[in-house]
């Protein structure tokens, strides 16, 4: 049994069973044996299916708020928003996209069929755990594949709301099977088995690299959303103050813990102390504490394990020469003794030989580093080995659009937009940051094999 701790109080809240290989070979099997039904299910009936799925998760939003809240300690008000609304939107954009997606279409003097790939294995994380798994099934089901879930074993309990939802909505058994456990026993056992044929994986580089080397050794596909070491490029013709802001709030939301999360700001070094004043103002008004404190709007990090890394990296920053101008390794001023807590810190002095530049920390950590120009910002911004998102703030849409295309990032976010409002957007990255595409028509496309038939 794994005990599932409260980030918020490090009490045990509930406990799930390691499935191990028995339970992977049975969820596979299971899997397999609903596959080819399913992929024979009219494709209107599949997203019918899934339509009721998004509804019946719409209907139990306040529950897996509440859960989520308490597993992975975001706070309630957000945790409801996003957490449980999230995925709800994902399923039915996804539905909307299969609904134009070419499966059958002409192309070079042939016939291209899109057709399922078969069983898909999906390991999804902690930080988003319903947004992360309906961005992996939605778009598996839809074309017609089954799928065996591994969920993170640091927030599973939610995953029970899921399956109920699941039933209600009708989804037929062996359609979608969730196996509970750790990475190196459930996840491995389920990567290597022979029954799978996809694999979609979202979790750390080390996870990635694993996967992808038992996944090359079997010639599977694996598409791996990894991590991020995401910049906010300001330029001088930017307004300022609404760019730090945003990329301090955007830093610490979900307590930094997003692989897309701006921890890099890159500004104008003219305009620098401006931006310190602003950056450790906004810090200094996020309220740190337990997920269900309704002044909350910061909760902790997902474990002791975590936040003692945290403060490693902020430790490692200050003594390579970076000053806190807002926060630091200590815990925050106010919270319970009990809990994993990190102040939202503010790092100045930065430079681009240190490692707080290059590494992902994976937590409220904001490291600010000055620039002297668009050519300069740009290099700054792909100084990394990730690249999976950027945020650019400029007055002219075509400055905008020149500096974009430099800039070595899956998706590039200008003024602030949120990628919540564009789910039909691809999403994934260069470099460490993974492998594929996911959401809208590039998330179906890592679920299908493309058939060419000549000559009919």
Same mark, same amino acid.
């Given at each position: 049994?794994i005990?599932?701790?409260?980030?918020?109080?490090?009490? =045990?809240?509930?406990?799930?069973? &390691?499935?191990? @290989?028995?339970?992977?070979?049975?969820?596979?099997? +299971? *899997? /397999?044996? %609903?596959?080819?039904?399913?992929?024979?299910?009219?494709?209107?009936?599949?997203?019918?299916?899934?339509?009721?799925?998004?509804?019946?998760l719409?209907?139990?939003?306040?529950?897996?708020?509440?859960?989520?809240?308490?597993?992975?300690?975001?706070?309630?008000?957000?945790?409801?928003?996003?957490?449980?609304?999230?995925?709800?939107?994902?399923?039915?954009?996804?539905?909307?996209?299969?609904?134009?997606?070419?499966?059958?279409?002409?192309?070079?003097?042939?016939?291209?069929?899109?057709?399922?790939?078969?069983?898909?294995?999906?390991?999804?994380?902690?930080?988003?755990?319903?947004?992360?798994?309906?961005?992996?099934?939605?778009?598996?089901?839809?074309v017609?594949?089954? =799928?065996?879930?591994?969920?993170? &074993?640091?927030? @599973?309990?939610?995953?029970?709301?899921?399956?109920? +939802? *699941? /039933?209600? %909505?009708?989804?037929?058994?062996?359609?979608?099977?969730v196996?509970?456990?750790?990475?190196?026993?459930?996840?491995?056992?389920l990567?290597?088995?022979?029954?799978?044929?996809?694999?979609?994986?979202?979790?750390?580089?080390?996870?990635?690299?694993?996967?992808?080397?038992?996944?090359?050794?079997?010639?599977?596909?694996?598409?791996?959303?990894?991590?991020?070491?995401?910049?906010?490029?300001?330029?001088?013709?930017?307004?300022?103050?609404?760019?730090?802001?945003?990329?301090?709030?955007?830093c610490?939301?979900?307590?930094g813990?997003?692989?897309?999360?701006?921890?890099?700001?890159?500004?104008?070094?003219?305009?620098?102390?401006?931006?310190?004043?602003?950056?450790?103002?906004?810090?200094?008004?996020?309220?740190?504490?337990?997920?269900?404190?309704?002044?909350?709007?910061?909760?902790?990090?997902?474990? %002791?394990?975590?936040?003692?890394?945290?403060?490693?990296?902020?430790?490692?920053?200050?003594?390579?020469?970076?000053?806190?101008?807002?926060?630091?390794?200590?815990?925050?001023?106010?919270?319970?003794?009990?809990?994993?807590?990190?102040?939202?810190t503010?790092?100045?002095?930065?430079?681009?030989?240190?490692?707080?530049?290059?590494?992902?920390?994976?937590?409220?950590?904001?490291?600010?580093?000055?620039?002297?120009?668009?050519?300069?910002?740009?290099?700054?911004?792909?100084?990394?080995?990730?690249?999976?998102?950027?945020?650019?703030?400029?007055?002219?849409?075509?400055?905008?659009?020149?500096?974009?295309?430099r800039?070595?990032?899956?998706?590039?976010?200008?003024?602030g937009?949120s990628?919540?409002?564009s789910?039909?957007?691809?999403?994934?990255?260069?470099g460490?940051?993974?492998?594929?595409?996911?959401?809208?028509?590039?998330?179906?496309?890592?679920?299908?094999?493309?058939?060419?038939?000549?000559?009919?």
């Amino acid at each position: 049994m794994i005990d599932v701790v409260d980030p918020s109080t490090e009490e =045990v809240i509930g406990q799930v069973a &390691e499935a191990g @290989p028995d339970g992977v070979n049975a969820a596979v099997r +299971a *899997a /397999r044996d %609903a596959y080819p039904a399913w992929a024979a299910t009219p494709l209107d009936e599949r997203l019918a299916l899934l339509g009721a799925l998004a509804d019946g998760l719409e209907a139990r939003t306040d529950a897996i708020g509440g859960s989520l809240a308490r597993e992975m300690g975001m706070p309630l008000a957000q945790a409801t928003a996003v957490q449980a609304m999230l995925p709800v939107a994902v399923l039915r954009s996804t539905v909307e996209a299969a609904r134009d997606f070419p499966f059958v279409a002409s192309e070079g003097g042939a016939t291209i069929i899109r057709e399922p790939a078969g069983v898909v294995a999906a390991i999804t994380p902690w930080n988003f755990p319903l947004h992360q798994i309906a961005a992996k099934v939605a778009p598996a089901l839809a074309v017609g594949c089954t =799928v065996v879930l591994k969920p993170s &074993e640091l927030a @599973p309990l939610t995953i029970a709301l899921l399956e109920e +939802a *699941a /039933r209600a %909505a009708g989804l037929p058994d062996g359609v979608l099977n969730v196996v509970h456990g750790t990475g190196p026993i459930t996840g491995e056992a389920l990567v290597r088995h022979p029954g799978v044929d996809v694999i979609s994986l979202t979790g750390s580089v080390a996870a990635g690299r694993r996967v992808g080397a038992i996944a090359g050794d079997a010639i599977k596909r694996a598409c791996l959303e990894l991590g991020g070491k995401s910049p906010s490029v300001v330029l001088d013709d930017a307004d300022l103050e609404a760019a730090v802001r945003h990329t301090v709030t955007r830093c610490c939301f979900n307590s930094g813990q997003a692989c897309n999360a701006p921890t890099r700001l890159l500004i104008p070094v003219a305009r620098a102390d401006d931006a310190y004043a602003l950056a450790a103002e906004t810090a200094a008004a996020l309220t740190v504490g337990p997920a269900l404190d309704a002044q909350t709007t910061m909760g902790p990090v997902i474990s %002791a394990a975590a936040r003692d890394r945290i403060r490693v990296h902020i430790d490692g920053a200050l003594t390579a020469g970076a000053r806190a101008i807002h926060g630091g390794s200590t815990p925050p001023d106010g919270v319970p003794a009990k809990g994993f807590y990190v102040a939202p810190t503010v790092l100045a002095g930065v430079t681009e030989d240190m490692a707080i530049h290059r590494e992902e920390v994976f937590g409220p950590v904001l490291a600010i580093l000055t620039h002297t120009g668009d050519d300069d910002a740009v290099r700054l911004a792909n100084a990394t080995d990730y690249g999976l998102s950027a945020e650019l703030f400029t007055g002219d849409d075509e400055r905008a659009r020149a500096v974009a295309r430099r800039l070595r990032a899956g998706q590039v976010k200008v003024g602030g937009v949120s990628a919540r409002d564009s789910l039909g957007a691809p999403f994934g990255g260069y470099g460490l940051s993974g492998l594929g595409r996911e959401l809208g028509r590039f998330g179906l496309e890592e679920f299908v094999e493309t058939k060419a038939v000549l000559g009919v």
